[in-house]
């Protein structure tokens, strides 16, 4: 696809008031494991040792996507109207086609007019890509996603009772290209790898358990095989022990995937009401400066959660808002417990009248951090309490913040004695229970989430 061409197009089409192109190259390579091969001789059936991986190499893939903004006049008022489109054919005729749609589009919006990004606009070149695996040759790279899967295969072999399953690859390696009609070009390479290390368990006692551990990073190095089978053993472990979910209301620890999962700003409220859309539309609680929980007391330490997408290699980190070309900064959503910064564009930034006092938007949602708290992780497991370790999916009402959600392994600590469990729903308030919460000064990442690696709740529910 020729970038220049279509940027020369845009600049002679008239009606235009600034326009957005974001074109990437991407190539993605999929590995699969499987280190047992099973099979039928003679009707018996026998396994053997797979020495071999899978391999699929997907085509390199191309995309362009175009964003176009155009001032317009509509019962006597000015407006400002924007229009997203895939490229897909970069012809004269095929350009002409998309823009006059794009145009059309546009001018069915009646928005207030707002500043967009110019020439000047300061970018934060944060590291996307593991340099160490960019430019390497399909073999290569196999013998790299080898070296991990053997890795994988001998943590696992200190377990007696734990087997591998499976083990997925998956390669995306990315240069991506970002031009405006103010005369920004940015181009940089991206790489984003994904990992699902699927374990068995089969106790003495003929019980079966089986967890997937699904991780994705930027770096291969952040894939440590000792690591993740450290986690994942006793994951799968428990759940072939695991019992009935029992009904407690009282002292909760959330640990690990499952703390992450209730902080990630993506699953939390605050992708919300902390958003300036909702605050300019009035359907939002934010009230900059108030207590997030409200006329709730605060009874833990209060909650600091920011967004930050200029973390070099996070997963959730990026350069350029793909709403409308203008740098990524991070924000902080909330402070001691206060409402403070707020995620949003330009568009509402401005609505608010935040541009003019100098305030910048975060431009999109970014790693989710949360510093550490005060409180060692023993002392949190050391009482009576249900520790929840995973969720099936974690999911709540974005406006009420109410949850429940589906618990996929916990345990009851009680009496010095651990019984896990499986299934049984985790139930209550974000809001109110942040208001009761503690956390671990053990930090963890995961994904897009650095932050505490457990959480202690007062005052939660399971229901079983």
Not at 91 to 105: K, W
Not at 387 to 399: A, E, H, K, W
Request: glycine fraction near 8%.
């Amino acid at each position: 696809m020729d970038t220049g061409r279509i940027c020369d197009r845009l600049n002679r089409t008239e009606g235009i008031t600034h326009w957005l192109l974001q074109h990437s190259r991407t190539d993605s390579t999929t590995i699969i494991h499987l280190p047992t091969l099973y099979g039928i001789r003679q009707g018996q059936v026998f396994s053997a040792a797979n020495p071999y991986p899978r391999e699929v190499i997907t085509s390199p893939a191309e995309t362009a996507t175009l964003t176009l903004f155009a001032r317009f006049t509509a019962d006597g008022k000015e407006w400002l109207g924007d229009a997203t489109g895939q490229v897909t054919d970069d012809s004269e005729t095929g350009l002409d086609s998309l823009i006059r749609n794009l145009l059309a589009n546009c001018r069915t919006q009646q928005n207030p007019p707002f500043p967009l990004p110019g020439a000047d606009e300061p970018y934060h070149l944060v590291e996307l890509a593991d340099r160490t695996i960019l430019d390497l040759l399909p073999q290569t790279l196999l013998e790299r996603a080898q070296e991990f899967s053997q890795g994988i295969l001998a943590a696992a072999r200190k377990y007696t009772d734990i087997a591998v399953s499976n083990i997925e690859l998956f390669f995306t390696r990315t240069h991506v290209t970002t031009m405006t009609s103010a005369g920004v070009r940015l181009e940089y390479p991206a790489t984003r790898l994904g990992a699902e290390i699927c374990l068995l368990c089969r106790t003495a006692a003929g019980n079966a358990g089986e967890h997937t551990e699904r991780l994705t990073v930027r770096r291969l190095a952040d894939l440590d095989p000792q690591a993740i089978v450290a986690e994942a053993a006793p994951i799968a472990r428990q759940l072939a022990l695991a019992s009935s979910a029992p009904s407690h209301r009282g002292k909760v620890v959330l640990l690990g995937e499952a703390a992450a999962d209730f902080l990630l700003i993506a699953n939390t409220p605050l992708a919300f009401h902390a958003s300036a859309r909702t605050v300019y539309e009035k359907s939002s609680r934010y009230s900059a400066g108030a207590a997030v929980s409200g006329e709730t007391e605060l009874k833990g330490e209060p909650l600091n959660i920011s967004s930050d997408p200029t973390i070099d290699f996070g997963l959730a980190s990026s350069i350029v808002a793909p709403a409308d070309g203008s740098a990524c900064r991070p924000a902080t959503l909330v402070r001691d417990g206060y409402w403070a910064d707020l995620l949003g564009t330009r568009r509402y930034f401005s609505y608010l009248g935040l541009l003019e006092k100098g305030v910048l938007p975060p431009g999109t949602v970014g790693n989710t951090v949360v510093p550490a708290g005060n409180t060692p992780l023993d002392a949190f497991l050391d009482q009576d309490c249900v520790v929840v370790r995973t969720f099936s999916g974690f999911s709540l009402d974005r406006t009420s913040g109410q949850f429940a959600v589906e618990i996929r392994l916990g345990e009851l600590r009680q009496n010095g004695k651990s019984t896990p469990f499986h299934g049984g729903l985790l139930v209550g308030n974000w809001f109110s229970a942040i208001a009761d919460a503690f956390y671990s000064r053990e930090l963890q990442t995961r994904n897009d989430f650095y932050g505490p690696k457990a959480i202690l709740f007062g005052n939660l529910q399971t229901a079983g």
